[in-house]
């Protein structure tokens, strides 16, 4: 690891303007993804300014009737608070699936959704990666690719964004709430929030240099019975192969996300209209681009699977 200096922010917008201010400063607060990036010499950040004492930890009602979540809410905190159990049961579930016990004491709300991918070759750093180097190429494209992406990718990179919270947060419509350096605020969709690759994956979402999350809002209870599924290669401590994050009402109308298929968590709106009909005419055009490996297509099937799992045991 290589040496930095380190310091505890006073405030929010302090925060955003120090890390605008040093150049190669990054943000740190359950350093669960981070430290261990640093160890590695992936992330090489030469100041860390803490977040840890802003007061963003707590869990509050909104006036439309949602909730608002501070960006330092730990991972566990947020699974067990009551109103997250009764109302958005999907996300409880989705946060339970991740991880471990002592991982989610400590990895927060933001931290989650700032994680970097899992991919084997952006961890090997003897291999090209363009999240890593960009122009270097992407290692995984004729590589073993069975963990990785088949939709939302391109020539640049096929990684996937490993968080099972975002997917729930992508099928409740949360927004991200966010600090410039200038102390303006501002409120992200998480359908804008994580970036698809492009010809720049080491872009990963639509934060601004120095921006600071400082809360995540959902709005008022969608109803209907939720579901997360996470099929994995081990029962604990493992990424999603594919993982499906549900919303249902008694209709058979609602929403549906995807996680360890894409760049971010996948979605699409007009997927959904399909749902009364069943799992396979929702996956088609869910994946209606897909662009799969000969390692991964099986994801393809994999999703129509899962949904189907999903829709049997909402109809249960």
Same mark, same amino acid.
């Given at each position: 690891m290589k040496s930095f200096t380190y310091e505890r922010a006073t405030s929010a917008a302090d925060a955003a303007a120090k890390a605008a201010g040093t150049p190669g400063a990054r943000f740190i607060a359950g350093g669960t993804n981070l430290l261990d990036l640093m160890k590695l010499e992936i992330e090489t950040p030469t100041h860390l300014i803490d977040v840890n004492r802003l007061g963003l930890d707590r869990i509050e009602s909104t006036d439309d009737g949602g909730l608002r979540i501070g960006?330092?809410?730990?991972?566990?905190?947020?699974?067990?608070?009551?109103? #997250?159990?009764?109302?958005?049961?999907?996300?409880?579930?989705?946060? $339970? %699936?991740? /991880?471990?016990?002592? +991982?989610?004491? @400590?990895?927060?709300?933001?931290?989650?959704?700032?994680?970097?991918?899992?991919?084997?070759?952006?961890?090997?750093?003897?291999?090209?990666?363009?999240?890593?180097?960009?122009?270097?190429?992407?290692?995984?494209?004729?590589?073993?690719?069975?963990?990785?992406?088949?939709?939302? #990718?391109?020539?640049?990179?096929?990684?996937?964004?490993?968080?099972? $919270? %975002?997917? /729930?947060?992508?099928? +409740?419509?949360? @927004?991200?709430?966010?600090?410039?350096?200038?102390?303006?605020?501002?409120?992200?969709?998480?359908?804008?929030?994580?970036?698809?690759?492009?010809?720049?994956?080491?872009?990963?979402?639509?934060?601004?240099?120095?921006?600071?999350?400082?809360?995540?809002?959902?709005?008022?209870?969608?109803?209907?019975?939720?579901?997360?599924?996470?099929?994995?290669?081990? %029962?604990?401590?493992?990424?999603a192969l594919v993982s499906v994050g549900a919303v249902i009402h008694p209709d058979g109308t609602g929403r549906v996300a995807v996680g360890g298929i894409a760049p971010r968590p996948w979605r699409v709106e007009a997927a959904e209209t399909e749902m009364p009909s069943g799992a396979k005419p929702v996956a088609e055009r869910l994946l209606a681009d897909a662009r799969p490996t000969e390692h991964n297509a099986f994801k393809l099937t994999l999703v129509e699977r899962t949904l189907a799992a999903v829709l049997e045991e909402a109809r249960s």
């Open positions: 960006a330092l809410v730990r991972n566990t905190d947020l699974a067990s608070d009551e109103r #997250v159990r009764r109302d958005y049961a999907i996300l409880s579930r989705a946060l $339970m %699936a991740g /991880a471990s016990g002592q +991982l989610r004491n @400590k990895a927060t709300t933001a931290g989650n959704l700032m994680q970097r991918t899992r991919c084997p070759y952006f961890y090997d750093t003897s291999q090209p990666c363009n999240k890593r180097r960009p122009g270097s190429g992407c290692s995984a494209l004729d590589g073993f690719s069975r963990q990785l992406g088949v939709i939302g #990718v391109s020539d640049a990179c096929i990684a996937t964004h490993p968080s099972d $919270m %975002a997917v /729930a947060m992508r099928a +409740l419509d949360a @927004k991200v709430e966010t600090v410039k350096p200038d102390g303006a605020t501002r409120a992200i969709p998480i359908a804008d929030f994580h970036r698809l690759p492009g010809e720049a994956p080491q872009v990963e979402t639509a934060l601004e240099a120095g921006e600071l999350i400082t809360a995540v809002t959902l709005p008022s209870p969608p109803g209907g019975r939720h579901f997360y599924r996470k099929v994995r290669d081990r %029962a604990s401590y493992a990424f």
